[in-house]
């Protein structure tokens, strides 16, 4: 039974191997890509960080037609291999985009959609930034101006009527004439 069970792990992991091949290169805007497919032919072989392990030196060919030229991968000799055996063909960088659009995109390696997509959203986060800072020059200068109307009412020395804590309107006492004013110059001062 447990031989079964190492005979089924053993196949499950050789089954994944292929997928964690990883490729890890510096693009033409130097920045690090990481991919399971071989990169572009336009990425020179010194640009060429990480290979999945097996892979030898990237070697081009020509392809016939006028799509992109395909790649060939030998894999490294392995242990007692002399080195000169047939070198197994990998899989293409990507296969040739045939409309107008996707060739462009092959060739430019950005893709326009994608990039007139991120425009439009770094515009509607400016939009909302602006909208944003509006709604709080709006707010700041309402504040500013109830402020003035207290302080021009405490300004006037007479007395200030004011709810208690059972809700009732009372005349304020000197202490709480004199927080309110010290209050409103705050704001003043911050809103202004």
Request: hydrophobic share 40%; proline share 6%.
């Amino acid at each position: 039974m447990k031989l079964i069970k190492l005979l089924l792990l053993s196949v499950a992991i050789g089954i994944g191997a292929p997928a964690m091949a990883q490729w890890q290169w510096v693009d033409k805007d130097g920045r690090k890509v990481f991919s399971d497919r071989p990169p572009g032919l336009e990425v020179p072989e010194k640009n060429i960080l990480k290979r999945p392990k097996g892979y030898g030196s990237l070697k081009g060919m020509q392809s016939s037609g006028t799509g992109p030229a395909l790649r060939e991968v030998a894999p490294a000799p392995q242990e007692g291999e002399s080195g000169d055996g047939a070198a197994a063909p990998a899989p293409a960088a990507g296969a040739a985009p045939a409309g107008g659009a996707a060739a462009a995109k092959a060739a430019t390696g950005k893709d326009k959609e994608l990039e007139a997509k991120k425009a439009a959203d770094a515009k509607a986060k400016t939009d909302a930034e602006a909208a944003e800072k509006a709604k709080q020059a709006a707010a700041k200068a309402d504040n500013c101006k109830r402020a003035q109307q207290a302080k021009a009412m405490y300004d006037t020395g007479k007395a200030v009527r004011a709810p208690n804590e059972k809700g009732e309107m009372v005349f304020q006492s000197a202490e709480q004439r004199a927080a309110e004013i010290k209050r409103t110059d705050e704001v003043i001062f911050n809103n202004c």
